[in-house]
């Protein structure tokens, strides 16, 4: 069965750094794209940016660029989403989701992990 | 890249269909055949409903089918159950390997 699974929930303060993982498993990790999608309390999908494992190849919305970095590590099949400095407004639920190949001439994300939600607060 | 332009609601009640439109630009929707949909129930994931405009994944109901026109893409339902209420979002390929969404579309079942 293909499987993204997230890490769990966290509680930060503004200012504080914090990288949440997604590991996928039951597929080739490195021949599908993972992307990061953002949803703040009560709103809808924000596509933040994705990355191939196979090469490290990522790309950022230009809404998200310089505010965090995706990266990943083949060899544990896992995926991050990574901030340096907190803010408040970070406060939302970040998905994960498995694109395939753009050479496919196909796109669709599909699975999504679970969700993992992080609350930014003093 | 701004957000696809949906409805923020539609309804109809049980057996009935219901379409759902998803506004974008000739550098997103027009652009290519590359739409998908996704199906969101309170606190859950989201779920691919409909990919390439108008293919349907494996276990998916047939009474859910995309189309596009132009700038347009839609979603359609068919015989409306109340297990389809839920919030659907459009996305489409935007080039470069990005992607956006579309502002959501809640879909209530009278």
């Known amino acids: 069965e293909v499987q993204l699974v997230q890490s769990g929930a966290e509680v930060k303060k503004p200012g504080e750094s914090l990288k949440i993982s997604c590991k996928g498993s039951g597929y080739s990790f490195t021949t599908f794209w993972i992307a990061w999608v953002r949803q703040m309390p009560g709103e809808g999908l924000e596509w933040m940016g994705i990355i191939y494992p196979g090469d490290s190849d990522t790309r950022y919305s230009p809404s998200f660029q310089g505010q965090v970095t995706i990266s990943a590590d083949k060899s544990i099949t896992t995926a991050y989403l990574q901030w340096n400095s907190l803010k408040a407004s970070d406060t939302a639920i970040y998905y994960c989701?498995?694109?395939?190949?753009?050479?496919?001439?196909?796109?669709?994300?599909?699975?999504w992990g679970q969700g993992t939600q992080v609350t930014v607060s003093s | 890249q701004s957000a696809l332009t949906q409805p923020r609601s539609v309804s109809g009640s049980p057996g009935q269909s219901v379409t759902i439109s998803c506004t974008g630009t000739s550098s997103d929707v027009g652009a290519y055949n590359y739409v998908s949909w996704y199906q969101q129930h309170p606190g859950k994931a989201p779920k691919l409903m409909i990919y390439?405009?108008?293919k349907r994944p494996s276990g998916v109901p047939d009474r859910f089918s995309g189309s596009k026109s132009g700038n347009t893409a839609s979603l359609t339902i068919s015989g409306l159950l109340g297990e389809d209420e839920a919030d659907y979002y459009c996305c489409s390929y935007a080039g470069t390997f990005t992607s956006v969404f579309g502002s959501g579309t809640k879909v209530t079942v009278l």
């Open positions: 390439d405009v108008t």
């Open positions: 989701a498995r694109h395939p190949r753009y050479s496919t001439s196909s796109s669709s994300f599909d699975p």
